[in-house]
């Protein structure tokens, strides 16, 4: 949030993704900054899926290095018997753990600032968080970037209800739908090919209705806006062919 928005502006924090969502839905907050995707563990499947009903759009993003820290009152990290972190921190964390706390029980909480905070008042706990959290619940910094992987990267979506114009290096995000036949996936990505649309991304998540099982919805990210003569002639073309499309946004690019 401080990185797309500086450090002028009120910061509302939440318990929850779900949460966030709800806050600028409702106006309690013009903007909500949201995690969708990490270099190491992958997409964060629950925005994903609140994505699809929200009447938010994306108006920007944000991709941040990751810096992981064990945090917490002991001497020294052998002496940590349970460590608190974010379910997607004690994944990017796993292979330190393993080598170095071992026996020590992993416990996911909602946010890392919880874990943080729970640290502080037990003994023989710890947090995976960050160095602001140290500061914040006046813990040790244990052991220096834990994560296994040294370019760890979280990409962060910023939500509104305003429409960026075209900057000239922008990204559009959807989802959609296909049939459930063969090649049909294939004839959805035809447009795009058509009309010299570059794809950046494609995920799938399963449908959420109860007569869809085993159908899938496909999340994707192409290059340019929806403004943009290529774009716009490859959604034209899209929502002829998709049972189902929304445009989540088009927006800046991250530099």
């Not at 990185?3 to 924090?13: M, Q, S």
């Not at 909480?109 to 710890?126: F, H, I, L, M, Q």
């Not at 209800?161 to 959807?174: K, N, Q, V, Y």
Request: charged share 25%; net charge positive.
């Amino acid at each position: 949030m401080r990185r797309h928005f500086g450090g002028a502006v009120e910061a509302l924090p939440a318990a929850s993704i779900d949460e966030v969502f709800r806050c600028a839905e409702s106006a309690a907050a013009q903007f909500a900054v949201v995690p969708v995707e990490n270099s190491t563990e992958g997409v964060v499947g629950r925005t994903l899926d609140l994505l699809l009903a929200t009447p938010l759009g994306i108006c920007g993003e944000v991709e941040l290095r990751i810096r992981q820290h064990l945090l917490g009152r002991a001497a020294k990290p052998g002496a940590v018997r349970r460590v608190y972190s974010h379910a997607q921190s004690l994944a990017q964390c796993s292979g330190w753990l393993g080598r170095h706390l071992p026996a020590a029980e992993r416990v996911p909480v909602g946010s890392n600032a919880e874990a943080a905070r729970r640290a502080a008042k037990e003994k023989g706990a710890a947090a995976i968080a960050g160095e602001a959290s140290a500061a914040r619940y006046r813990l040790k910094l244990l052991a220096r970037d834990i994560e296994d992987e040294p370019n760890n990267t979280t990409r962060f979506l910023v939500l509104g209800t305003i429409e960026p114009a075209p900057t000239g290096r922008d990204r559009t995000s959807l989802v959609m739908s296909a049939e459930n036949r063969p090649g049909a996936v294939h004839a959805l990505l035809t447009p795009l090919a058509k009309h010299g649309v570059s794809m950046s991304r494609i995920e799938s998540r399963p449908a959420r209705a109860r007569s869809a099982l085993w159908e899938y919805m496909f999340f994707i990210d192409v290059e340019g806006h929806r403004e943009d003569r290529p774009v716009a002639a490859a959604l034209k073309a899209l929502r002829t062919r998709a049972p189902f499309l929304k445009v989540l946004g088009s927006y800046p690019a991250a530099s």
